[in-house]
């Protein structure tokens, strides 16, 4: 059983920075694609980011240029670095990876971790 632990939501103030981390543990053979969505209330959940194994990486347009993304691959970690945060980023972040194990391929999910930004 695979399982994805997130850390690091908090309540911060428009315009500043928090930084999100999320470990994968437990048995697989190898992690794929690593990243984030979020999910406003009332809201469908929407691609913050993700980063190929190979640090290739994807944003979603309303991030784009505010967060970055990175992996570790030796501690199965990936962390989203969010600055100039805004009072619309206000969501629960949840950490998405693409997991092989010997029954095969597939997709697992977080808990999720409320980021809340105050104006």
């Known amino acids: 059983q695979v399982q994805l632990v997130e850390s690091g939501g908090a309540l911060v103030l428009t315009g500043g920075s928090l930084t999100l981390s999320c470990a994968a543990s437990g048995s697989f053979i190898r992690i794929d694609t690593m990243g984030w969505y979020r999910q406003a209330p009332g809201k469908s959940r929407e691609l913050v980011a993700t980063i190929t194994r190979g640090a290739r990486t994807n944003y979603g347009d309303s991030v784009k240029g505010r967060f970055t993304t990175s992996r570790d691959n030796v501690k199965n970690t990936v962390y989203l670095q969010m600055n100039s945060l805004k009072p619309e980023d206000t969501a629960v972040y949840y950490c998405?990876?693409?997991?092989?194990?010997?029954?095969?391929?597939?997709?697992?999910w977080g808990q999720g971790t409320q980021v809340t930004v105050s104006s």
């Open positions: 998405y990876a693409r997991i092989a194990t010997i029954q095969g391929a597939g997709d697992s």
